[in-house]
């Protein structure tokens, strides 16, 4: 059974800072990982997706490893704004969607 | 991106009555949508894959007499909570994959009192 953690589960940082958020999982026969962001009482936001062939992927001040032999991918969050603060969840994909825990992140201004 | 939309964003309704909740694909077709729950300061739970044209395939553990589930064209399923309780109340999420992405609703906030 597939089980995706996420650490750390809560982060506060200044503003600026740059971060890493950590996200593993157990089975590494999947297809796809999938990094959403989660505002309050809203819904998921897709950020980046890495297909299981893939090693990254980047947006804009995001940018997102995987190393699937390892069970393993990162978010990493450049020059971190107020704005970025949000629960973060990514998500293994083979037949269905499962996901991690989440990382509650705070960006003090 | 692809847009999916969930509605309503919030309701509240009375132990015993039932609850429909809408999620449309607005520019794309999907053959499969997902429903999850999302409780306080939790992850996502899936509950169920919806199939457009057959019955849904339901989780372990959840009710399919409770939470049925239609999905009556390639752009809309329903989630309907029956006989809510207020156990019930929590954050219903879903989704619809416009392959190889999944794409989320804004999510329902249902409080049954």
């Known amino acids: 059974k597939q089980e995706v953690t996420q650490i750390p589960a809560a982060l506060s940082v200044p503003e600026g800072e740059n971060l890493v958020l950590n996200c593993s999982f157990t089975?590494?026969?999947?297809?796809?990982l999938q990094w959403f962001r989660q505002d309050p009482g809203k819904g998921l936001t897709s950020l980046l997706l890495?297909?299981?062939?893939?090693r990254e992927q980047t947006s804009g001040r995001l940018n997102a490893s995987l190393d699937k032999s390892s069970g393993r991918s990162t978010l990493y969050i450049a020059a971190s704004q107020p704005g970025d603060s949000a629960t973060y969840l990514c998500a293994v994909r083979r037949n269905k969607l499962i996901f991690g825990t989440g990382t509650l992140l705070a960006v003090q201004p | 991106g692809a847009v999916v939309s969930q509605h309503p964003s919030r309701v509240i309704c009375k132990s015993g009555t039932s609850v429909k909740i809408e999620c449309r694909s607005l520019?794309?077709?999907?053959?499969?949508m997902f429903w999850y729950r999302q409780f306080p300061k939790k992850s996502l739970m899936l509950m169920a894959t919806?199939?457009?044209?057959?019955?849904?395939?339901?989780e372990q553990g959840v009710e399919k007499d409770k939470f049925l589930i239609n999905h009556a064209s390639l752009t809309l399923s329903t989630l309907t909570v029956t006989s809510a309780h207020p156990e019930d109340s929590s954050f219903y999420i879903c989704?619809?994959?416009?392959?190889?992405?999944?794409?989320f609703g804004q999510g329902t906030r249902l409080t049954v009192v």
């Open positions: 089975d590494s026969a999947i297809y796809n």
């Open positions: 989704s619809a994959r416009r392959h190889p992405e999944a794409f």
């Open positions: 520019d794309f077709q999907a053959t499969t």
């Open positions: 919806s199939n457009e044209g057959s019955k849904a395939t339901y």
């Open positions: 890495i297909q299981s062939s893939q």
